[in-house]
T-cell receptor
Framework: GNSVTQMEGPVTLSEEAFLTINCTYTATGYPSLFWYVQYPGEGLQLLLKATKADDKGSNKGFEATYRKETTSFHLEKGSVQVSDSAVYFCALRDKSGGGADGLTFGKGTHLIIQP | DTGVSQNPRHKITKRGQNVTFRCDPISEHNRLYWYRQTLGQGPEFLTYFQNEAQLEKSRLLSDRFSAERPKGSFSTLEIQRTEQGDSAMYLC?????????????FGAGSRLTVL
């Protein structure tokens, strides 16, 4: 079946540091890949997505590249801010492999940015 | 449009009682999803509607759980004879069809505590 594995947190960084949150996946077909973010007290929000190999999703300074050869979709940001503190979820949708129409999520990575 | 709305936001109940959650999706979205999220975990897919038709149900959705979307607009998720293990955040999401189906908009969730 489909699964998503992401690095465990919490990840604590200083403001302006470089961020990488690792995400790898297992899927039977050709999934679309997503990063969602959950700020305290709020619902999940789509941060970025990529629908095919070598696509790069980007938003708000965050980037992730769909790497089929390594089945990875690592999230990066060059200079984090305190306002980036949140829980980040990697997810996939794999209709081509006969998977459920719903998203499969990783466990989430709690990011804490200190001033 | 105010996004995806869920009610109630919090529900505390005693074991054995029935509870019902309501989700109002974005009005032009024909797809609606229910997820469950427990502490420290990512959201887990429960069920999916396209218009009023319930097209997929996860094996997580036991016989005590039932979801409806009678007119293809709002949806309800009912849990009968609640158990302590049902304590979780119940998330609703909606999306348009076609090319936009990949992008889910989530509500803030309904937190259930079973005593």
């Amino acid at each position: 079946g489909n699964s998503v594995t992401q690095m465990e947190g919490p990840v604590t960084l200083s403001e302006e540091a470089f961020l990488t949150i690792n995400c790898t996946y297992t899927a039977t077909g050709y999934p679309s890949l997503f990063w969602y973010v959950q700020y305290p007290g709020e619902g999940l929000q789509l941060l970025l997505k990529a629908t095919k190999a070598d696509d790069k999703g980007s938003n708000k300074g965050f980037e992730a590249t769909y790497r089929k050869e390594t089945t990875s979709f690592h999230l990066e940001k060059g200079s984090v801010q305190v306002s980036d503190s949140a829980v980040y979820f990697c997810a996939l949708r794999d209709k081509s492999g006969g998977g459920a129409d719903g998203l499969t999520f990783g466990k989430g990575t709690h990011l804490i940015i200190q001033p | 449009d105010t996004g995806v709305s869920q009610n109630p936001r919090h529900k505390i109940t005693k074991r054995g009682q029935n509870v019902t959650f309501r989700c109002d999706p974005i009005s032009e979205h024909n797809r609606l999803y229910w997820y469950r999220q427990t502490l420290g975990q990512g959201p887990e897919f429960l069920t999916y509607f396209q218009n009023e038709a319930q097209l997929e149900k996860s094996r997580l959705l036991s016989d005590r759980f039932s979801a409806e979307r009678p007119k293809g607009s709002f949806s309800t998720l009912e849990i009968q004879r609640t158990e302590q293990g049902d304590s979780a955040m119940y998330l609703c999401a909606s999306s348009p069809g076609g090319a936009g189906a990949n992008v889910l908009t989530f509500g803030a969730g309904s937190r259930l505590t079973v005593l």
